[in-house]
T-cell receptor
C-alpha cells in the first residue's frame, strides 16, 4: 500500500526563519501531490498542488514545493515564516494509473509553531 | 460560493448508539470522499462516492459503517453501535466532475465524534 511520510512532527521557528517540511511517498508510478494546511480551529485548506509540468510549484501565502521524482519527495518551503503560519501541515498523495480521481493518502502532519 | 458543509460539528454518543454525519458538497461537485482522523494520526481514507454510487469503500470498516450519497440531499456517513474507538474527527471532501483531468478535493470543517 502507498504511504506518505512527514519526517517532522513538530517544528518550532522564530518569525523570519526559513521553513522546509519534508514529505516522502512510496509509490513509483504517476502521482498527484498536495500540501494542505489546517489553521487552529479551521478546516483543511489547499496550499498548493502538483499534477504535471514544472516540478517547482508555487502556492498561496508565499509557500512553494518541489517535486523530486528520483527522491520520491515533495518538500514544502517558505523563505520567511510569519506568526500567522502557525498551523498543521499535511502532505497528501494520489497515486496510481488513472489517478485523476480517487483517494488521497495523507502523511500524519507537521505542527508548525512560529514564535513572534 | 459556499464551501463543503458538514454537520454536526460536534457529536457525542454513548456506546451502542448510532451516529449520523452529514456532508453537503460544494455546489457543482458530484464526488464526495470521507476521511477519518484519529488522534496523533493523519487523515485516513474511508469511502469515495458519486451520486447514488459507491465507487471505492476499501477504507471503510466492514461492520457498523455505511455511507450513501443520494440523488437529492447530503452524503451521510452512518456508524451503528458506536464504540470508544470510533471517537475521531471525520472529514468530508468534495471535488468537481472533470472527466480525464486531475482534480482537487476541497474539505469541510469536520465532525468531531466523541463516544462516551
Amino acid at each position: 500500500a502507498q504511504s506518505v511520510s512527514q519526517h517532522n512532527h513538530h517544528v518550532i521557528l522564530s518569525e523570519a526563519a526559513s521553513l522546509e517540511l519534508g514529505c516522502n511517498y512510496s509509490y513509483g508510478g504517476t502521482v498527484n501531490l498536495f500540501w494542505y494546511v489546517q489553521y487552529p480551529g479551521q478546516h483543511l485548506q489547499l496550499l498548493l498542488k502538483y499534477f504535471s509540468g514544472d516540478p517547482l510549484v508555487k502556492g498561496i501565502k508565499g509557500f512553494e514545493a518541489e517535486f523530486i521524482k528520483s527522491k520520491f519527495s515533495f518538500n514544502l518551503r517558505k523563505p520567511s515564516v510569519q506568526w500567522s503560519d502557525t498551523a498543521e501541515y499535511f502532505c497528501a498523495v494520489r497515486a496510481g494509473r488513472g489517478s485523476t480521481l480517487g483517494r488521497l493518502y495523507f502523511g500524519r502532519g507537521t505542527q508548525l509553531t512560529v514564535w513572534p | 460560493n459556499a464551501g463543503v458543509m458538514q454537520n454536526p460539528r460536534h457529536l457525542v454518543r454513548r456506546r451502542g448508539q448510532e451516529a449520523r454525519l452529514r456532508c453537503s458538497p460544494m455546489k457543482g461537485h458530484s464526488h464526495v470522499y470521507w476521511y477519518r482522523q484519529l488522534p496523533e494520526e493523519g487523515l485516513k481514507f474511508m469511502v469515495y462516492l458519486q451520486k447514488e454510487n459507491i465507487i471505492d469503500e476499501s477504507g471503510m470498516p466492514k461492520e457498523r459503517f455505511s455511507a450513501e450519497f443520494p440523488k437529492e440531499g447530503p452524503s451521510i456517513l452512518r456508524i451503528q453501535q458506536v464504540v470508544r474507538g470510533d471517537s475521531a474527527a471525520y472529514f468530508c471532501a468534495s471535488s468537481p466532475r472533470t472527466s480525464g483531468a486531475p482534480d482537487t478535493q476541497y474539505f469541510g470543517p469536520g465532525t468531531r465524534l466523541t463516544v462516551l
